[in-house]
């Protein structure tokens, strides 16, 4: 029989989950993480310091998803850029944040938005995995990328993403 003089693990459990719904946490802490997918990073060549990696990130949470920054352990600089074309002129724009509203997906691809990897010290072996964070107003998720060579396919329902285009500026 439940005596309820005093205070049962099941009224401490209710109370604490009335408490987080009142302070309005419930969001934060039953919050739908995003879904991320088709991640790799382009294995470069010798001397090079520079590569790019692709991801997909599905927002399955009801609220947007702000990317405020990206960063690893292994890379020195990693920033967030698009691919584009000015004055026939193929360049790099950087972003400072992408945006992904609730519902929505964004793909990190060869041409378009992508992450630069910069000032890399070392190469990066294909074959490998490297991890990185994703900074987002959600929290940080972190994120295993496979290092592939370039024009290889990877994961389900890939792009053949080619090499990059020796003409970008970054």
Known sequence: MLNLAT?????????SLALIYSLGLSQLVFADLPMISDMKVMAHP????????????????????????VSSDTVT????????????VATMD????????????????????????????SPLMLGSTL?????????DIEVKMPVVKPGMKHGHGEENVGTPEPSMKH
């Open 131 to 139: 991890a990185i964070t994703l900074h987002t107003n959600q929290g």
């Open 77 to 88: 600089r990693i920033e967030m850029h698009e691919s584009v074309i000015k004055d026939d």
């Open 7 to 15: 205070p049962s693990i099941f009224m401490k459990l209710l109370q």
């Open 46 to 69: 010798p001397g090079s310091t520079v590569t790019a990696g692709f991801l997909t990130i599905n927002n399955i949470s009801t609220e947007p998803l702000v990317i405020t920054g």
């Open 94 to 121: 950087k972003h400072d944040e992408l945006s992904i509203a609730a519902g929505e997906k964004m793909e990190l691809k060869h041409g378009g938005l992508h992450l630069m990897l910069m000032d890399l010290e």
